[in-house]
């Protein structure tokens, strides 16, 4: 049964500060690893999915890696600002077997300090 | 609409009642995944549709527990004789493609239920 877990479960940095977060899996045969992002009281947003083939994708700020083989992902957020406080999960999507449900970690609850 | 759509947003019910929650996918979205999430955790998955056909309802906690897409479009989450550990978000995400798809799922807002 795969399992996902998010490590730190909470974290608080100082504004401009780059920081990493972490997301490891139990079971390598994903098809492909999202971020989301959640505030209080809303639903998820999407910021990034690594396909299971690739090994990182960018968007602005933010770098996500994968490595399959060790069952392990990691968010870069590169100069924290306020704004980036949140909470954030990691999810899974199965490889066979599966009809392409999300598999979540329990989040990291991201502050960041002006 | 520009995306997911969840009503309502907030819903008290006595122990007991029978509940019902909807989602409006992004239009044309073929999949679309319920997923019930408590506090301070991660989502956890319910069930899955693909247009009206419901191919995976293997995460519904127990048989009062059910949903339907009867047109492909609108679905309905249903609560029968609902307990207090059913309170959580209820969650409904919609993806363009089948399940195996490396389109991202968008998410709605949720529905937050509350059972006293």
């Known amino acids: 049964k795969q399992e996902v877990t998010q490590i730190p479960a909470a974290l608080s940095v100082p504004e401009g500060e780059n920081l990493v977060l972490n997301c490891s899996f139990t079971?390598?045969?994903?098809?492909?690893l999202q971020w989301f992002r959640q505030d209080p009281g809303k639903g998820l947003t999407s910021l990034l999915l690594i396909q299971s083939s690739q090994r990182e994708q960018t968007s602005g700020r933010l770098n996500a890696s994968l490595d399959k083989s060790s069952g392990r992902s990691t968010l870069y957020i590169a100069a924290s600002q306020p704004g980036d406080s949140a909470t954030y999960l990691c999810a899974v999507r199965g490889g066979s077997g599966n009809t392409g449900k999300l598999i979540f970690g329990q989040g990291t609850t991201l502050q960041v300090k002006p | 609409g520009a995306g997911v759509s969840q009503s309502p947003r907030y819903k008290v019910a006595k122990r007991g009642q029978d509940v019902a929650l909807r989602c409006d996918p992004i239009s044309g979205h073929v999949s679309l995944f319920w997923y019930q999430q408590a506090l301070g955790q991660g989502p956890e998955f319910l069930t899955y549709f693909q247009n009206e056909a419901q191919l995976d309802k293997s995460g519904l906690p127990s048989d009062r527990f059910f949903a339907e897409r009867p047109e492909g479009s609108v679905s309905t989450l249903k609560i029968q004789r609902t307990q207090q550990e059913d309170s959580a978000v209820y969650l409904c995400?919609?993806?363009?493609?089948?399940?195996?798809?490396?389109?991202?799922?968008?998410f709605g807002d949720g529905t937050r239920l509350s059972i006293l």
């Open positions: 995400a919609s993806s363009p493609d089948r399940a195996y798809s490396n389109q991202p799922q968008h």
């Open positions: 079971d390598s045969a994903i098809y492909n």
